[in-house]
Nanobody, 127 residues
Framework: EAQLVESGGGLVQPGGSLRLSCAASGITVDDYVIGWFRQAPGKEREGVSCIDSRVDDTYYADSVEGRFTISGDSAKNTVYLDINRLEPDDTAVYSC????????????????????WGRGTQVTVSS
């Protein structure tokens, strides 16, 4: 059974950085497109970044381009999301998800394309 577990969230001051991890079991991250999504209270879920590690193809939402970096570690079967220059608007629950056989650019804006989901990790940006 596929399982995704996020970690690395927390309370950070504006301008700070975090590394979120998405550890997979039951699937191999290199065989799937892995996406990071976030949802803030009262807002719709947003796909922020996706990766197809096998071909090193990535996608970033305009709202995070230049501040977020997604990467995969095959040996650890884990996908990371490095977040820099955090802003209060980045406050949300961040979840990772997996879908097989997709184009990260095409699917990252549609959460319903993804088959497997983690429970999420809270990121709070506040002074």
């Amino acid at each position: 059974e596929a399982q995704l577990v996020e970690s690395g969230g927390g309370l950070v001051q504006p301008g700070g950085s975090l590394r979120l991890s998405c550890a997979a079991s039951g699937i191999t991250v290199d065989d799937y497109v892995i996406g990071w999504f976030r949802q803030a209270p009262g807002k719709e879920r947003e796909g922020v970044s996706c990766i197809d590690s096998r071909v090193d193809d990535t996608y970033y939402a305009d709202s995070v381009e230049g501040r977020f970096t997604i990467s995969g570690d095959s040996a650890k079967n884990t996908v990371y999301l490095d977040i820099n220059r955090l802003e209060p608007d980045d406050t949300a629950v961040y979840s990772c998800a997996a879908v097989w056989g997709a184009d990260p650019v095409m699917v990252c804006s549609d959460a319903y394309e993804f088959n497997f989901w983690g429970r999420g990790t809270q990121v709070t940006v506040s002074s």
